[in-house]
């Protein structure tokens, strides 16, 4: 009995340690108080993400989502996206959680009902309650620079 549970222990232990022993992933996360940023690619959360990135919500052009958006910090200038286009804050994009890159939205600020058209190639925004990340020249189109955050809706108008 007891080499039995000297048994039992030494396997317990040793599954702990090589879990321990594993490196966990931790889906990258944002920090930012008015302004989202493009995530940092590596090679780990490249291949972490890439059935999200490849395959994304099949969602149908029509839907409409409401929510809340933000704007990319000009820092991230230049730095890849989770799609591995670069960055550019004079581009109409955006980032959204679940959308396949390459889809195309209408975004419309609800407090002046302004409207721009985006592309999806970026993941995010990974704060509570916002919807959309947006790239400055976008979030310009819809007058939001001034308050950084906008209540918004989001329709799918095109899918890749």
Do not use: W
């Not at 958006?69 to 004079?90: H, I, L, M, V, W």
Request: with cysteine; charged share 20%.
């Amino acid at each position: 009995m007891k080499t039995l549970v000297l048994l039992a222990f030494s396997i317990l232990l040793l599954g702990a340690t090589s879990c321990k022993s594993t490196k966990a992933v931790a889906p990258t996360q944002r920090q930012s108080t008015t302004a989202a940023s493009p995530s940092k690619t590596s090679s780990t959360t490249l291949e972490s993400n890439k059935a999200l990135k490849t395959s994304g919500t099949n969602s149908k052009v029509g839907t409409v989502m409401k929510g809340g958006a933000s704007y990319y910090a000009d820092k991230y200038e230049g730095r890849p996206t989770a799609s591995g286009e670069p960055f550019s804050q004079k581009k109409l994009t955006a980032a959204h959680k679940t959308l396949k890159f390459g889809t195309m939205v209408r975004v419309t600020n609800l407090s002046n009902n302004k409207k721009v058209d985006v592309k999806i190639n970026d993941r995010g925004p990974y704060v509570n309650g916002r919807i959309i990340d947006l790239s400055r020249a976008a979030a310009e189109k819809i007058d939001m620079v001034r308050s950084g955050v906008a209540q918004v809706t989001v329709e799918i108008i095109s899918e890749p």
